[in-house]
């Protein structure tokens, strides 16, 4: 909910209270098929494998994943994404074969409290490093499929992240809360050991040689920030006033043709009328 309303409040209507069917486009089957890599990658270390089981994702997305694609997005095609797909986890082996971590846990679904709120989400990786004294150092990591690299500001303003950190100081984010938030395995040591160990965010821009961005640690005035978010959403809820964010992305949202009331032209029709602009201005 948190990460759709920051993008449109509308789409998020229609698609977390609505619970409108979304198109699956070929970039977010291709994400899953990379994060299934990864999960396996971090799990085994066996590259072989996680690219036999990208592909095994990738042939038949519906069958593995549960995600046949509806839509091929713009610029993308079944054999360059393919092919992208085996680079990446080929990047990611060249870059974590000698890196000095311990896997904690991979795609950890999560539920904790938030005050009047719930926080919900999953950690594609958990893992404990060496900051650059030595000192242990508990890394909270998304991994990105997108070619798209934010900027420092907009990773120290990232929803996403101040909700995971929010996340790893709370009990139930090791122990478990219910049957579809399972514990963390060794979840009450990690608990009572890792307390006062420092946390960071990092963004893993796989699409570009799987490189690590920071997004760095948060405080509470990031979690009293986000709070507020929260109650105002809670408001508009309740007043039934869901403010669209019109913008490019409205080409791309699954509810501009319907039920949406804000009427966009899609990609086609915006460059011909530019062509037309151009023309006569020529």
Not at 194 to 217: E, F, H, N, S, Y
Not at 255 to 280: F, I
């Amino acid at each position: 909910m948190l990460k759709t309303w920051m993008e449109c409040p509308l789409q998020a209507k229609f698609a977390e209270l609505d619970r409108l069917p979304q198109k699956q486009g070929s970039k977010a089957t291709f994400g899953s098929a990379v994060h299934l890599a990864m999960e396996h990658y971090n799990r085994t270390n066996d590259v072989d494998e996680a690219i036999k089981l990208f592909l095994e994702a990738w042939n038949d997305p519906g069958q593995v994943l549960g995600a046949d694609i509806d839509v091929w997005n713009k610029y993308s095609t079944y054999g360059g994404l393919r092919q992208k797909g085996i680079d990446i986890v080929r990047a990611y082996d060249e870059r974590m074969r000698f890196e000095d971590r311990l896997v904690i846990a991979t795609e950890h679904p999560f539920l904790v409290p938030f005050g009047e709120h719930e926080l919900t989400g999953t950690v594609d990786l958990l893992s404990l490093r060496k900051n650059h004294r030595g000192k242990d150092l508990l890394c909270v990591e998304d991994y990105k499929t997108n070619a798209r690299r934010p900027n420092t500001g907009e990773l120290a303003l990232n929803i996403q992240f101040t909700v995971y950190l929010y996340a790893t100081y709370q009990r139930e984010f090791w122990l478990g809360n219910g049957e579809r938030f399972p514990a963390v395995v060794n979840g009450e040591w990690y608990w009572q050991t890792l307390g006062d160990v420092p946390r960071r965010g990092i963004w893993v821009q796989l699409w570009d040689g799987a490189k690590d961005m920071d997004a760095g640690t948060r405080d509470d005035k990031d979690f009293g920030r986000l709070y507020r978010l929260c109650e105002e959403i809670e408001r508009a809820i309740k007043a039934e006033v869901f403010v669209p964010h019109i913008g490019e992305a409205c080409t791309l949202c699954d509810y501009s043709d319907g039920p949406c009331p804000v009427e966009v032209p899609t990609r086609a029709e915006w460059q011909a009328s530019r062509l037309e602009d151009e023309r006569a201005w020529l």
